[in-house]
């Protein structure tokens, strides 16, 4: 986790020869014009992206494992097809790194930033290109205006939304509920009489991981955002997100206590110490293994299920919705995503930028599955999963009240550095929850 590395591919000689044959029959090899491509049914859908001889553009993010591998996947046609090579890198100290390779003066082409605040970091420093042309065109016709304002900085545009993701889920295992006779929950209070229920069961209720390399502790900020919007509201993330009320507020402390009763309460998770230790992708399971009851994760852990997982109804694992703690005030959802920024201009980047953002590579991620979007444009029918269904009837349910992850929208300082170690400090007993929140706003810019 801690070992920044590039993602490399060792192919055999079958897997170099189909290659070899996927490149003759896009015309993608590292000289000539590549003028068949045009002629090819399967490429004429990227005759708008094609350049004459092979360019290589880099993209760096947090995207890694399964996730990367599919990631790579969804743009192969189009470099294949356009003579565009994509160089990806996914890394679990993008938010560290990311500074430092710009500032030394080797950016990659394109980044994919899970935090809108540290997108705005770098734009406000002119280190970003605002966005061109034809990628505003797209993010104009396929999103709405509130995705469009989480990458706007002076009034200018600089990120195009890619991903989306629903972070409100409980996972947990049908069997095991079966065999208890334990039910879905759907408000506040019944999840807190199910978690003593499981407890005194002889499983652990909750499990819980937090450990992310540079990035750890992003998981338990998203247990206070969710929280925050259940126990004070959207109003009050709001003022909390913009700083108009300070980051120790009462309100907050509150919330954050109410977090506390799971996360740091042993008869629930155990020892909350090991909580740090464990890492984000393997936190949740022992869920399949009946050996935890419930792991709070958003719908992308999916892709951290050993292979052969059943994620249903009557699976292996599923998911429930996060409840709320009084219905009558909706359903509060947190949601997040990623925006596509540059560092480049150059034609081969423009061109990556653009399809991106379109509808057509929606699409083509969407039938890999494990994955969903608001782009406007894509075909709800070709989302895979009952995870990426239920998160997108979420999305939709006229109930919801979605906000975006807090933590991403604030200054990077904080959103991706303070927060993250207070959390840690938090829960690893050094700092109680007023010293918490009283660090995390000493940390605000002023």
Known sequence: M???????????????????????????GDSGSGSSNADKPECAPFAQYKVDKTKHVSIYATIRDTEADKLEQSWKQFSDCTNIKIDYEGSGEFETQIKVRSDGGQPPDIAIFPQPGLLG???????????????????????????????????????VPLGANVKSLVWYSPGLFKEKGWKVPTTWDEMIKLSDDIAASGIQAWCAGIESGDATGWPATDWIEDIVLRDQGPDVYDQWVNHTIPFNDPKIFSAAERAASILKNPKYVGNPKTIVTTSFQEAGLPVKDKKCGMHRQANFYSNQWPKGTNVG????????????????????????????SAFSDRDE????????????????????????????????????????????????????????DGSDQMPAQVGSKSFWTGMTDWINGT????????????????
Not at 313 to 339: C, H, I, Q, R, T
Request: with cysteine.
């Open 2 to 28: 801690a070992v920044l590395s590039r993602r490399r591919r060792a192919f055999t000689l079958a897997g170099v020869a189909a290659l070899a044959l996927a490149a003759s029959a896009c015309g993608s």
């Open 121 to 159: 970091s770098f734009a406000k420093t002119n280190k970003l290109k605002e966005l061109p042309a034809p990628v505003k065109a797209n993010l104009d016709k396929n999103w709405s205006k509130d995705w469009a304002k989480y990458t706007t900085v002076d009034g200018k545009v600089y990120g």
């Open 313 to 340: 109804p009557d699976g292996d694992v599923y998911a429930f919705y996060f409840p709320p703690v009084d219905p009558s005030k909706g359903k509060p959802v947190l949601m997040a995503g990623e925006f596509v």
């Open 349 to 404: 980047v423009v061109k990556v930028q653009t399809y991106l953002s379109s509808g057509e590579w929606a699409n083509s991620k969407a039938k890999l599955g494990d994955w969903i979007s608001a782009n406007k444009s894509l075909d709800v029918s070709l989302v895979q999963g009952t995870i990426d269904k239920l998160s997108v009837q979420i999305l939709q349910d006229p109930a919801t009240v979605a906000r975006f």
């Open 431 to 446: 700092k109680d929850t007023k010293q918490t929140l009283d660090y995390i706003e000493s940390t605000w810019p002023k």
